[in-house]
């Protein structure tokens, strides 16, 4: 591979906005889709699934004119990178804002150093050791946020000493709990 095929083939965040550098409203597009895992299907129409999502809804909640998302997704069906990743994203439920009213405990984990390897993996350990049942743990991608955060959302709530014992761990920056 030449250093100049490198970057076309990357899929990296940095690489995909890359691709809208000369168009920060479509950028906002990207990293809305992104987010929220929203497809662009052959139609070039935004989906969630198989429910599709008007482009006039995408333009009011980012602040950008409709013809901005329409820009947006005709460029991903016509680069081939973009329409294989935006052809394939698929959001996931999250229990976070619904453990209050499932009478679960959510845990919230701001991190130092997110791309350090074995983060998830120690926090789940120590509630392991606690015996602390774990329905969901999910993490922010540290290329979409400046504060990274693990959430933990557990069946029980988690005992101090755990929370203690967490707090301690040298990647923890803050602990929230829900």
């Known amino acids: 591979m030449s250093e100049e095929s490198a970057p076309e083939e990357s899929a990296s965040f940095e690489a995909i906005m890359e691709k809208f550098e000369d168009s920060p409203s479509q950028q906002r597009v990207i990293r809305l889709l992104l987010e929220r895992g929203f497809s662009v299907n052959d139609g070039g129409r935004v989906v969630s ?4 999502i008007p482009n006039t809804g995408i333009a009011r909640e980012i602040d950008v004119d409709r013809r901005v998302v329409d820009a947006t997704t005709d460029a991903i069906l016509e680069d081939p990178q973009l329409r294989r990743i935006f052809g394939n994203i698929s959001a996931i439920p999250s229990l976070l804002d619904l453990a209050p009213v499932l009478d679960l405990s959510a845990m ?9 390897s074995g983060i998830v993996a120690t926090v789940t350990d120590v509630l392991a050791d606690h015996d602390i049942s774990i329905r969901q743990v999910m993490t922010d991608d540290p290329e979409f946020t400046d504060q990274p955060r693990l959430y933990v959302i557990t069946d029980d709530v988690v005992p101090g000493v755990a ?7 040298a990647f923890v920056h803050s602990i929230e709990l829900q």
């Open 108 to 116: 919230t984990i701001a991190v130092r150093a997110a791309g350090e």
């Open 49 to 52: 699934g198989g429910i599709e």
């Open 163 to 169: 929370i203690t014992e967490i707090r301690d761990l």
